[in-house]
């Protein structure tokens, strides 16, 4: 089978790597088109406007919140979380032009990818895949040290997910992200993604606390940003990310948790799938520490056998990651596993 690996065209992370690296920005045209959101428009983007108008460019902005303008652009730039990502890189494709992705936290690794994820009212609808990566990623740790812990520890688990669906798909004999077999590098990547998460989460999350840039700080938004985000791509997906877009495909906004805080209960549960208890043991201890979701209670969802049976059943589309990773598990094998991850139970 034929091997395929992506990753962006380039990427940067420091300090102030945003306010640094603006002629990296307009090297790419003066007609911009800069995605956001309000909040972080006023956090950030205005003043990224105003300094890329001073060196020339000419920047109209989309604020997802509102009707995108019809203004023309030569390159995109999607600024803030995941749905900001998501949109300025589906435009970006759609209309053939440039995409310059500058993340507001380390909570998930959708700034790298060729992916977006498309929800409709809340609920998870489909992934649409597109032909060329990002061409430019600038992760500026200087904004990120200001963002929310729970957004960190969401990433961490979104990036712990990683070389175990992963090796799923590789063990197996399936096929990644792109309809093809992971390579050697993907699969070291996936490792090393999960070999700095252990070793410097808990010391990241408390310099986050602390709003201090330190060295595991660093290595942390890497690993949630680039060796996750080429790792999930290029190596796989599997159990873990198909429980959780059944999940939000049938509760939508009901689940209390962003998208990481779901992945970390659904980790857990591809582990035990697979019978992987010393590495189950090891996870959950490290998610409890993190304050992370291990029941479906802390999502606040409560759900009934049938419900369950229901996600069992959604997670085994032909087009999700529980196929394409060839994984063994049966729907009543998954299904008897996510009833032991309820608190309550029915009488």
Not at 51 to 56: I, P, R
Not at 165 to 176: D, I, K, P
Not at 185 to 206: D, G, N, P, S
């Amino acid at each position: 089978m034929e091997k395929v690996f992506v990753s962006p065209m380039t990427y940067r992370q420091g300090k102030n790597v945003l306010w640094n690296h603006l002629n990296d920005i307009l090297a790419f045209g003066q007609k911009g088109l800069l995605v956001t959101d309000q909040f972080v428009y006023q956090m950030v983007g205005e003043r990224l406007l105003e300094e890329l108008t001073v060196q020339g460019g000419q920047i109209t902005k989309w604020l997802v919140e509102e009707e995108r303008t019809a203004a023309d652009f030569d390159y995109v730039i999607a600024l803030g979380g995941g749905r900001a990502i998501d949109l300025g890189k589906a435009l970006a494709f759609e209309t053939s032009s440039c995409c310059i992705v500058v993340p507001t936290s380390a909570s998930t690794d959708a700034p790298t990818s060729r992916i977006s994820v498309k929800y409709q009212d809340g609920y998870f609808a489909k992934y649409d895949y597109y032909a060329q990566s990002p061409d430019l990623v600038l992760v500026d740790t200087a904004i990120l040290i200001e963002s929310p812990v729970h957004f960190l520890t969401a990433g961490i688990a979104d990036g712990l997910s990683t070389s175990i669906e992963a090796r799923t798909v590789r063990e197996n004999s399936g096929v990644n992200t792109l309809g093809a077999a992971p390579t050697l590098a993907a699969e070291a990547i996936a490792e090393k993604c999960r070999e700095v998460l252990f070793e410097h989460a808990e010391a990241a999350v408390e310099a986050n606390k602390r709003h201090e840039i330190t060295p595991a700080f660093e290595a942390v938004v890497e690993a949630n940003t680039l060796l996750s985000g080429i790792g999930f791509e290029s190596g796989g997906l599997s159990i873990a990310h198909a429980l959780h877009n059944a999940m939000v495909s049938l509760w939508g906004r009901e689940i209390k948790g962003s998208h990481g805080q779901i992945i970390a209960l659904t980790t857990l549960q591809q582990l035990q799938i697979e019978g992987r208890e010393e590495e189950l043991r090891k996870y959950r201890t490290l998610f409890e520490r993190l304050n992370l979701p291990i029941t479906y209670e802390a999502l606040s969802i409560f759900p009934s056998a049938e419900e369950l049976e229901k996600v069992a059943e959604l997670a085994f589309s032909p087009e999700d990651g529980i196929i394409r990773s060839q994984s063994l598990a049966t729907e009543e094998e998954v299904f008897k596993t996510l009833l032991t991850f309820r608190k309550t139970r029915e009488i």
